[in-house]
Nanobody, 123 residues
Framework: QVRLVESGGGLVQAGGSARLSCGASRSALRRYAVAWFRRAPGKDHILVAAISWNGDNTLYADSVKGRFAISRDDAKNTVYLQMASLKPGDTDVYYC????????????????WGQGTQVTVSS
């Protein structure tokens, strides 16, 4: 089983940038499709971006297209979410998730989850 750990969250000013990292241990991340979800307290996970196991395919929420970019570096066993032009509405806890299945929009399609990292965008 893969273990996922997110890092890179924090407080960012509106219009600024941040990069989230999802590091893996216990298993090679190259075997997995990986996604970033966000979740507000009491709400469901919402897909932000996802990348296939080989990096050939990506998915993005409409709200982040053109602002966020997901990428992977399998040599470092890490998936990144580069976030730009951040808005207060991007504030949430961001979770990294992985699956050996195909890329998907639903949180139920992902089997392994990190603990989450808080991103707060101030106006």
């Amino acid at each position: 089983q893969v273990r996922l750990v997110e890092s890179g969250g924090g407080l960012v000013q509106a219009g600024g940038s941040a990069r989230l990292s999802c590091g893996a241990s216990r298993s090679a991340l190259r075997r997995y499709a990986v996604a970033w979800f966000r979740r507000a307290p009491g709400k469901d996970h919402i897909l932000v971006a996802a990348i296939s196991w080989n990096g050939d395919n990506t998915l993005y929420a409409d709200s982040v297209k053109g602002r966020f970019a997901i990428s992977r570096d399998d040599a470092k066993n890490t998936v990144y979410l580069q976030m730009a032009s951040l808005k207060p509405g991007d504030t949430d806890v961001y979770y990294c998730a992985a699956t050996t299945g195909r890329l998907g929009y639903n949180s139920s399609e992902y089997d392994y989850w990190g603990q989450g990292t808080q991103v707060t965008v101030s106006s």
